[in-house]
C-alpha cells in the first residue's frame, strides 16, 4: 500500500519539477532541454533522487551544478504545491539510460541474425 502512495508522490513530484525547471533563469539550465525521466522517494520521503536526462551532452555537468544550486528555490516550490509533512531534499542525477540503451540496440543491429523470412527460404532448399 505505501508503495502506491510513493509511486504517486514521485509522478506528482516529476510532473511538478517539469513545470518549474523551464521557468528557471540560471542560463545553465537555460542552454539545454531537460528531461525528468525518473524519479525515486524514499519512504520516509525525506530525499527524491530525480534522474535528469540532457539533449546536449556537453552541457550536462553546468546545468546539474545550476539545477543544485536552484535546489532550494525548487524544494520550497514543491513544497507548497505538494502539500506533504516533509518535502524531500532533491538529490539530482544524471540519467544515461537513453544513451545505454541506443548503444544495445546498435550492438543488437551489428549482430548478423537472419531474419524469420530468411529462416523460411532455407527450410524450402
Known amino acids: 500500500m505505501a508503495s502506491n502512495r510513493i ?9 511538478e519539477l517539469s513545470t518549474l525547471i523551464r521557468n528557471l533563469k540560471d542560463p545553465r539550465v537555460q542552454k539545454t532541454m531537460i528531461s ?3 524519479v525515486d522517494t524514499t519512504p520516509d520521503l525525506r530525499y527524491s533522487k530525480i534522474f535528469v536526462s ?10 546539474i551544478r545550476g539545477l543544485k544550486s536552484a535546489g532550494g528555490y525548487l524544494r520550497r516550490e514543491l513544497g507548497a504545491s505538494l502539500q ?6 532533491l538529490v539530482w542525477e544524471e540519467d544515461d ?9 546498435e550492438l543488437l543491429n551489428s549482430l548478423n541474425i537472419p531474419k524469420d523470412d530468411e529462416y523460411e527460404n532455407i527450410d524450402n532448399s
Open 7 to 15: 509511486g504517486r508522490i514521485n509522478e506528482e513530484i516529476q510532473r
Open 36 to 38: 525528468i525521466t525518473r
Open 54 to 63: 540532457f539533449l546536449e551532452k556537453d552541457a550536462a555537468k553546468d546545468a
Open 84 to 89: 506533504l509533512r516533509y518535502t524531500p531534499e
Open 97 to 105: 539510460s537513453i544513451t545505454y540503451g541506443a548503444h544495445m540496440l
